[in-house]
């Protein structure tokens, strides 16, 4: 059989990811991996859900092993509504939420909706893989807007939308991660917030606000990271979270809060695809996000990956040659340098990988690969404290001696 030839256009189009190859190696022992970006399991919820579970009568139970409605357990649409519009400040009178099995499949499931191939998706460069692989996935073509130290260049987004205009080409979003974004670490400004909202309402620009570290944050309050969505209702900014960085990501829970109109496509489009999220992590969800020790529990998780975000920070500037410039994130799990001219992202990522350390280089996150090469990605989620004091001195020593 010739598979080659049965594939449709769709499956031509898919690609491997990078990243994904890569964690075939780190996972191996002896490996310091600042390359995954994964939840740290020292803050999964494992005994609060043992007595969870360990307390459910068998009508709850049964509950959580059926199949359940496909925007989402009602429970659950009424907690996170609840917590978008108190916590988050997003206000939900014109909104409603579908549940979906991650905050990957809500890229999915809106990439279906509002994308026809061909169509042009505009990304942040550098943006994060698993939303430019749905995006392209569904036949987008992409182009990258810079990411500055403040969020997006908002000049070159309406340069670029006048001349889509001008040109009659159909974008169908903006799709951007304004706090602590993956992979630069990088937060929006709330001044750039409020601009790209209005850029959004005066061009009618649909924006996938995609905002699974939001949480996270280790300086200020939430309002200083207030989403874009949180705004106003009168411009066409979809909302995607997730409970995968603050709760845990086997749950395979995220959301969109959009307009209703929106959702309801998504409802149609999710049905045939898994018909619903798990039941079980859904339920199981809501009693903890309802429980009192909620608040308490994101408290540890933010001080918790802050150690880490100050540990690494101290070891770059410890270890790091001056020329390499590195994000300082106020949140979430990344670092992004860019490396001195003449240092290669690959070649000291094999350097690194001999003496067993390991990251990502800055190609994937890229529309135009070949910029990418001239950075790299440290994740300090999953490395204890003692590897990441040793896999950047490693790393810095490497720089120095490809440097000269
Ligand atoms: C920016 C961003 N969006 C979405 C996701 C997907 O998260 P989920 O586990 O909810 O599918 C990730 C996961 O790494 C992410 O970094």
Redesign the pocket.
């Known amino acids: 059989m010739n598979w080659n030839d049965r594939f449709s256009n769709h499956a031509e189009r898919l690609r491997a990811s990078k990243i994904r190859e890569l964690m075939k190696f780190t996972s191996q022992p002896g490996i310091i991996s600042f390359a995954g970006?994964m939840p740290d399991p020292a803050v999964f919820p494992e005994s609060e859900i043992q007595s969870i579970t360990g307390s459910w009568s068998r009508q709850e139970a049964a509950t959580a092993m059926q199949y359940g409605p496909t925007p989402g357990y009602p429970p659950l649409l009424n907690t996170l509504g609840e917590l978008l519009s108190s916590r988050r400040a997003i206000p939900m009178q014109n909104r409603e939420i579908i549940i979906t099995t991650?905050?990957?499949q809500a890229?999915f499931l809106a990439s279906r909706i509002l994308i026809n191939p061909g169509d042009t998706v505009l990304v942040e460069e550098p943006s994060?893989i698993?939303?430019m692989a749905s995006f392209t996935a569904n036949g987008a073509v992409l182009e990258g807007v810079p990411v500055r130290d403040d969020g997006l260049d908002l000049d070159i987004l309406e340069q670029k939308l006048t001349q889509s205009m001008h040109a009659g080409q159909r974008i169908s979003f903006l799709y951007t991660?304004p706090n602590f974004q993956?992979p630069s670490g990088i937060t929006m400004s709330l001044k750039n917030r409020e601009r790209l909202y209005a850029i959004s309402r005066e061009y009618q620009l649909v924006i996938i606000e995609?905002d699974?570290y939001g949480d996270l944050y280790f300086t200020g309050s939430q309002n200083d990271y207030k989403p874009i969505a949180a705004l106003g209702d009168d411009a066409p900014v979809i909302y995607c979270g997730?409970l995968?960085k603050v709760l845990c990501?086997g749950f395979r829970l995220?959301w969109i809060a959009a307009d209703p109109r929106f959702i309801e496509k998504c409802i149609l489009s999710k049905q045939s695809v898994d018909a619903c999220s798990p039941s079980f992590t859904q339920y199981l969800a809501n009693e903890l996000l309802v429980k009192k020790g909620f608040n308490l529990s994101l408290v540890r998780t933010r001080e918790h990956y802050q150690v880490k975000r100050d540990r690494m920070t101290a070891a770059i500037q410890k270890h790091f040659p001056s020329v390499v410039n590195c994000s300082r994130p106020e949140g979430g799990f990344f670092i992004f340098c860019r490396l001195p001219n003449g240092v290669s992202g690959g070649k000291l990522l094999a350097k690194c990988i001999e003496k067993n350390v390991a990251f990502v280089t800055g190609e994937p996150f890229m529309v135009d690969p070949e910029e990418g090469d001239r950075f790299i990605r440290l994740a300090y989620s999953t490395a204890d404290v003692e590897q990441i004091d040793t896999g950047i001195e490693i790393t810095g020593a490497a720089i120095k001696e490809m440097i000269g």
């Open positions: 970006g991650g905050a990957q890229l994060f698993g939303g991660i993956n995609d699974p997730s995968s990501p995220g």
